[in-house]
Structure formats: C-alpha cells, structure tokens
C-alpha cells in the first residue's frame, strides 16, 4: 500500500530466505523480468491491485519453491505461456479481474504443472470491449 510507481530490478536482491512478498496497491505498470531472480525460496507472492499489464516469460523462473502466486485486481493483457514451467510447487495460481488474460496459455503452458494447480481465473474480455464499444 505504498503507491510504488516502478521497482529497481535488484530491489529484492540479497533477499533469499524470504517467504512471503506482498506487492499490493501499487502503481506499477511494469517489473524487471529478473526482479524475483534471488527470492529462489519464496513460497507466497502476491501482486495485486496494480497497474501490471504483463506477466513475462521468464519473470519466475528462479522461483521454483513458489506455492501461492496471487496476481488478482491488475491490469494484466498478455501473460507468456512458459511463465509457470519451473514453478513446479505451485498449488495456487489466481488471475481474477484482470484486463483480459489469453485463455490460451493454459493450453499451452506446461500440462504437467497445471494438472496440479488449482486455478481460479475470470476473464473480463468481453465486458471491456462491450464497454468500449457502447461509448463510441
């Protein structure tokens, strides 16, 4: 609840027994794609309420004892398919009201790992570009 706009990529450097991160109300709309890279035993992370649009690739990958990744109330649009290949602990991933989260990258992300995610995800596509069109 601090209002971040941007985080230094080696914010969280130096870090690595930490657990539980909650990035929650912040104004970001972007994070370094190495930024969790030395939080190598998180287990708990919440990025909520922010202005995040984009999940990368390889933004967790270091992450592997992550269990819980809350990315709920952002502003997500693109998330990149292979962002939970090595998060092979995971046993919650929640992605509610975001902007418009692909459905297709469950299809194509790592079925192995998501056989055992229990996932909660509401897709908002279509509301917004009801929305969007009604205005014009």
């Known amino acids: 609840n601090n209002h ?11 870090l690595p027994r930490l657990h539980t991160l909650k ?6 709309k972007t994070l370094p794609s190495t930024l969790f890279a030395q939080l190598t035993n998180i287990k708990k992370l919440f990025i909520t309420h922010t202005s995040l649009s984009r999940i990368n690739g390889s933004m967790f990958k270091n992450n592997t004892q992550l269990q819980h ?7 997500i649009s693109e998330i990149e398919s292979n962002f939970i290949n090595n998060l092979h602990h995971l046993e919650l991933l ?3 009201d975001n902007i418009c989260v692909d459905k297709d990258f469950v299809r ?3 079925r192995n790992i998501l056989s055992d995610v229990f996932m909660i995800l509401m897709f ?13």
Request: net charge negative; proline share 0%; hydrophobic share 30%.
């Open 23 to 28: 990035l929650i109300h912040n104004q970001f």
């Open 94 to 96: 929640m992605l509610k």
């Open 69 to 75: 990744l809350i990315l709920n109330d952002n502003k």
């Open 4 to 14: 971040i706009e941007s985080i230094e990529n080696k914010a969280f450097d130096g």
């Open 124 to 136: 908002k596509c279509f509301d917004n570009y009801s929305s969007q069109n009604n205005s014009q």
């Open 108 to 110: 194509q992300s790592n």
